[in-house]
Nanobody, 116 residues
C-alpha cells in the first residue's frame, strides 16, 4: 500500500537548478523520516538529505549549502531543491521512507543528468 513516486528529473546544465518531488501514497507522519539518495553510474547508493518527523533535517557534506529537503504534509510530498548542480551530481535520485527496519520503502528513481 506504500508507494513512493519520484518526479522532476531531467537534463540541466552545470550550475543550474532542479527540483525533485517524491509523492507518497500515505500520510507522511507514517514514517520516522523520509530521505533522498542517489546512485551514480558505477557507484553505490549515496545518502543526500533526510527530514525527520520532527521537521529536523540533515544533509550529506557533498550537498550542504546546495540542496534543500522540504515537505508538504497536505500534498504528501517531499521535495529536494538542488542548486548549483555539478556534473558529478549526475545520478539516479531515489526517495526513501523509513518506519522501522522491517518497514522501509524506496521509489523507482528519477534520472538527473548534469551537462557541461
Amino acid at each position: 500500500q506504500v508507494q513512493l513516486v519520484e518526479s522532476g528529473g531531467g537534463w540541466v546544465q552545470d550550475g543550474g537548478s532542479l527540483r525533485l518531488s517524491c509523492e507518497v501514497s500515505v500520510a507522511l507522519s507514517t514514517f520516522n523520516h523520509i530521505a533522498w539518495y542517489r546512485q551514480a553510474p558505477g557507484g553505490q547508493r549515496e545518502f543526500l538529505a533526510r527530514i525527520r518527523g520532527s521537521g529536523d533535517r540533515n544533509y550529506a557534506d557533498s550537498v550542504k549549502g546546495r540542496f534543500t529537503i522540504s515537505r508538504d504534509s497536505t500534498k504528501r510530498t517531499v521535495d529536494l531543491q538542488m542548486n548549483n548542480l555539478k556534473i558529478e551530481d549526475t545520478a539516479v535520485y531515489y526517495c526513501y521512507a523509513h518506519l522501522s527496519m522491517a518497514k522501509d520503502y524506496w521509489g523507482q528513481g528519477t534520472q538527473v543528468t548534469v551537462t557541461s
